[in-house]
């Protein structure tokens, strides 16, 4: 079993949807908890950055981590074409604010017009 | 402006024949990593370096080397590649400089071996 599971999709929505991500994760042991956005043919960039338990609201973009079930979600609200990438959420231990992070496999997102 | 560059950008080498995918970073991050992308499994850690002269495995280092010889650079050496090899190859630094927590990664490196 992978420690962080993400269902690949694709996934299609049209413009102004809102859009759900989720992840789920098996080692009690990770602490910081990430979204990063991949454009084709592009690296990975950092979305939103979560500590521990909650909520985290930048823009358009809702992060929530809820460690007593080990599942996290990024949430876009009124997506645009512009959104369309993959997602991947990423995860690290404690310790130290960086270091190794465990990927999901990524969920391939499009948004149409 | 902080980067992460990587070269080449794409490599196509046959079986067996050693290479090097360079890597340098100029925000002066002591940890830098080496990820590899295939499809259905995300990105997974080959090697990581906490600093100069440490190094250690990640998830899947079978057939590769790293070296950190200075903080900017962390080249990752494929001495005998074999074609399952052939993968999306992405160099990630990170650091407490400045109190960013953000692992910038680089434009990626697709390999083909052959």
């Known amino acids: 079993q992978k420690e962080v599971e993400q269902d690949p999709g694709p996934l299609s929505v049209p413009e102004g949807a809102i859009v759900s991500l989720n992840c789920t994760y098996s080692?009690?042991?990770?602490?910081?908890f990430m979204w990063y956005r991949q454009y084709s043919r592009k690296g990975p960039e950092l979305l939103m950055y979560?500590?521990?338990?909650g909520n985290k609201e930048d823009g358009r973009f809702t992060a929530q981590v809820d460690k007593s079930s080990k599942y996290i979600s990024l949430f876009i609200r009124d997506s645009q074409p512009s959104d369309s990438a993959t997602y991947l959420c990423?995860?690290?231990?404690?310790?130290?604010?960086?270091?190794?992070?465990?990927f999901g496999q990524g969920t391939i997102l499009t948004v149409h017009p | 402006e902080a980067q992460v560059t990587q070269n080449p950008r794409y490599l196509i080498t046959v079986t067996g024949k050693k290479l090097t995918v360079t890597c340098s970073q100029n925000?002066?991050?002591?940890?830098m990593s080496w990820y590899r992308q295939d499809p259905g499994l995300g990105l997974r850690q080959i090697y990581y370096?906490?600093?100069?002269?440490?190094?250690d495995k990640g998830d899947v280092p079978e057939g590769y080397k790293v070296s950190r010889k200075e903080k900017r650079n962390f080249p990752l050496i494929l001495e005998s590649p074999s074609p399952n090899q052939t993968s999306l190859y992405f160099c990630?630094?990170?650091?407490?400089?400045?109190?960013?927590?953000?692992?910038?990664f680089g434009p990626g490196t697709r390999l083909t071996v052959l």
């Open positions: 925000m002066n991050h002591e940890y």
């Open positions: 990423a995860m690290k231990t404690g310790g130290t604010s960086y270091g190794k992070l465990t």
């Open positions: 080692n009690s042991a990770f602490q910081y």
């Open positions: 990630a630094s990170s650091g407490p400089t400045g109190g960013s927590r953000e692992q910038f």
């Open positions: 370096s906490m600093n100069v002269e440490v190094t």
């Open positions: 979560t500590y521990s338990s």
